[in-house]
């Protein structure tokens, strides 16, 4: 397909109301769980971005049908035959890798292609391996596929995260489910997304208590007593996060509707610090800026801290805040590429190792940038709205991976922005 640019106007605000899609980071994995329902499982409220699309790819392959209808998908694994996900697919999105513990729970095999890193960082899965070793999963690489096998069947396990790894809580989490016997998973992830996932799993027959915190107890039931389920994915926190962070930037008023606002409380905490005032229901949140923008420091961590796919939407404030801001990333070990890009809009930023240093500035000016993951490009067209002139960003295959219909959504809350052909261009 032809490369598309995103072009936007600068001096411009953002106001009015905004409903949020279903959470990408938790339609993914509750597809990955389908596998263990054999049968069709009914999903609400996934979004319509390419990562869906790859995901519904990869269930596919496996024997499964997948049928969207609006923002519902009928995916009914019944006939999932295949335990195996080629590179080909795992290869185009890492997050293919969640349909490796459905797939040993369900069959306790599984053949799934080694992901590779990305830009922000190696994206290991050791403590994936790890923890399904526990519960007695055997690994064998064969040439770049993870060939996993359960030797002596599933067998509950007591294992203690060194990191609490998203990933790594899901897949335990998705295996666990039909393991023999009592499941204790210490130092879990907390993501609200992981408890949207345990939810579902539940409502399909499984046991399992305590998502949402960092000891998540799981016990094994039958594969045969798990059935599918209809399920409403959670409102996208990131997305919200990234909105509100627009909103902020240019002043607002701007709501955001569709999300629990106590999944953002860090970054309502840090907006609040930045001389916002931030009004919250039970699924919107308000923000309006009227006194200038104040500095702020922020350590990114694992929910509850404040989140690593809101760092580069927040290190856009600072670059435009009053003094100094030190922003530290702790989750990905390269993920200050924004930085550069930002800088070619005249920001101001010092990068020290983990640590970016942001020295306010009085505005930006619009410039061609390129877009490195999916929140630093989604940053990046936020920077060109509150920037003096014209501002093209590039590569939006990053950014169609996790935001639905962002152009439209701008414009609705008042930004001058449309998508045209690169070689519409020259
Ligand atoms: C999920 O990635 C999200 N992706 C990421 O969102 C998000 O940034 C991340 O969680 C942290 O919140 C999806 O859910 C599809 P991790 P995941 O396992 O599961 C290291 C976005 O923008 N690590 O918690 O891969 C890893 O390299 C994306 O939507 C190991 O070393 O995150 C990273 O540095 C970006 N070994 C850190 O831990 C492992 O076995 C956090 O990874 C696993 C992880």
Redesign the pocket.
């Known amino acids: 397909m032809n490369q598309e640019v995103i072009i936007v106007r600068g001096n411009h605000t953002l106001k009015g109301d905004v409903r949020v899609s279903g959470a990408?980071?938790s339609a993914?994995?509750l597809m990955a769980a389908s596998i263990l329902g054999q049968g069709e499982t009914i999903l609400h409220n996934v979004p319509l971005i390419s990562?869906i699309e790859l995901m519904s790819e990869v269930l596919a392959r496996l024997g499964a049908t997948v049928v969207r209808e609006g923002h519902t998908l009928r995916i009914n694994t019944a006939d999932v035959d295949s335990c195996e996900t080629p590179y080909e697919l795992v290869s185009k999105m890492?997050?293919s890798i969640?349909v490796l513990g459905p797939l040993i729970g369900r069959f306790g095999e599984a053949r799934v292609a080694m992901p590779g890193g990305c830009q922000?960082?190696?994206?290991?899965?050791?403590?994936?391996?790890?923890g399904l070793e526990a519960l007695g999963v055997a690994f064998d690489v064969d040439h770049g596929v993870l060939a996993a096998t359960t030797p002596n069947g599933l067998r509950g396990t007591h294992v203690y995260l060194e990191?609490?790894?998203?990933?790594?809580t899901?897949n335990m989490l998705m295996a666990a489910v039909t393991a023999e016997g009592h499941t204790a998973i210490e130092n879990a992830?907390c993501?609200p997304?992981i408890e949207d996932l345990a939810n579902m799993l539940n409502a399909m027959g499984a046991r399992v208590a305590g998502a949402g915190t960092s000891l998540i107890e799981i016990e094994g039931v039958p594969l045969s007593t798990l059935h599918p389920c209809e399920h409403t994915t959670v409102g996208d926190r990131?997305e919200a996060g990234t909105f509100l962070a627009g909103g902020a930037l240019t002043g607002g008023p701007l709501t955001v509707h569709g999300i629990d606002p106590a999944f953002l409380r860090m970054a309502i905490m840090k907006l609040r610090a930045m001389g916002c005032d931030v009004e919250t229901g039970d699924d919107w949140i308000t923000v309006r800026r009227e006194e200038p923008l104040s500095s702020v420091d922020i350590q990114t961590l694992?929910?509850p801290g404040f989140?690593?796919?809101l760092q580069a939407q927040f290190m856009l404030l600072a670059a435009l805040a009053d003094d100094v801001s030190v922003i530290t990333e702790n989750?990905?070990?390269n993920r200050f590429m924004f930085a550069a890009e930002l800088m070619r809009m005249g920001a101001d930023v010092t990068l020290d190792d983990h640590h970016a240093i942001v020295r306010g500035v009085d505005n930006l000016e619009g410039a061609p940038v390129s877009s490195t993951?999916?929140?630093a490009g989604a940053a990046l067209v936020l920077a060109g709205i509150v920037a003096d002139g014209e501002t093209s960003v590039h590569h939006l295959e990053h950014i169609d991976r996790?935001y639905e219909d962002y152009v439209g959504k701008l414009a609705s809350l008042g930004a001058d922005i449309r998508r045209v052909p690169a070689d519409s261009l020259r």
């Open positions: 990408k980071n993914l994995k990562d890492r997050a969640s922000i960082g190696a994206r290991k899965i050791d403590m994936h391996l790890v990191f609490p790894s998203v990933g790594a899901e992830a993501e997304e990131i694992p929910h989140p690593t796919d989750v990905f070990e993951d999916l929140r996790g």
